[in-house]
């Protein structure tokens, strides 16, 4: 029987705009593409926007996976859905990851019983890990860059290494991961959230983001993929784009990619 894997990526509207959950449509993308059990898995609609508590446990009930995108603006409501969710499916597999997952996680794990796995970093190899692993004997130890509680003992597995070429990711935009979502929602007004670069070299005491992710190389996706995405942007009328790159403008590209942006823009 085909499992269902829910995803959780629940942002604040923005002057009656939603993001697009960009994480979970990575995450969905690059499983499917690369593991060999994309076929035994299904994603359900992805959940972006606050409702009530309830009425997103009913709608995800049926699911067997539930993993969850914590930031600080959901952690707290993503969870209590986490909680009322394994309620419902107590046989589920319930994952979190995001910035506020702790990097030393055992006091969050022993604090959320309710939560099997956290996953740390870059999501990509370690979700496809532990879906495939899901179909056998949840093995936790052979899923990279997770802490999880065994018979009440902590463990963390050793950080997967960083994806080098990033090319090996494929746009959730121009594979049509968010295609549902539009048609489902289509009065919706979204936000689209846009990576050209990934990582960060500085360890800035005000920041995390490069202690976090130990990035002293910056991967770029490729010139021609980014621009083809923004003409996938400019075709669904996304008129507002929030660049996630750590330090847009460091490279000798990038001003050709703000150009570009405006090219399109102005067509």
Request: charged fraction near 25%; proline fraction near 4%.
């Given at each position: 029987m085909i499992k269902q894997v829910s995803l959780i990526q629940i942002n604040n509207s923005f002057s009656g705009q939603n993001y697009l959950p960009y994480s979970s449509a990575l995450l969905s993308s690059f499983f499917t593409r690369n593991s060999s059990?994309?076929?035994?898995?299904?994603f359900a609609p992805f959940i972006y926007k606050r409702a009530a508590v309830l009425d997103i446990v009913n709608s995800i009930s049926s699911s067997d996976v539930l993993g969850l995108s914590l930031y600080a603006w959901n952690t707290r409501l993503s969870l209590e859905i986490a909680r009322q969710f394994r309620s419902y499916n107590p046989n589920s597999l319930i994952f979190v990851g995001g910035p506020s997952v702790p990097d030393s996680a055992e006091q969050f794990l022993r604090s959320h019983p309710y939560v099997d796995i956290a996953l740390?970093?870059?999501?990509?190899?370690s979700v496809t890990a532990l879906l495939e692993e899901n179909l056998r004997d949840r093995n936790f130890l052979n899923v990279p860059s997770a802490s999880f509680i065994s018979n009440n003992l902590?463990?963390?597995?050793?950080?997967?290494p960083r994806i080098a070429d990033l090319s090996e990711i494929p746009s959730p935009f121009l594979t049509g991961a968010f295609d549902s979502l539009f048609k489902e929602n289509p009065n919706e007004c979204w936000i689209g959230l846009w990576e050209t670069n990934r990582g960060c070299p500085f360890t800035c005491t005000y920041c995390d983001w490069g202690s976090a992710?130990?990035?002293?190389?910056?991967?770029m996706f490729p010139q021609s993929r980014l621009e083809e995405e923004m003409h996938w942007f400019s075709a669904n009328h996304i008129e507002y784009i929030f660049c996630c790159d750590a330090n847009f403008g460091m490279f000798p590209r990038d001003p050709d990619i703000a150009r570009m942006a405006g090219n399109v823009k102005q067509m």
């Open positions: 059990a994309a076929d035994e898995y299904s740390h970093n870059e999501g990509e190899l902590f463990v963390s597995t050793p950080r997967a992710t130990g990035s002293k190389k910056i991967g």
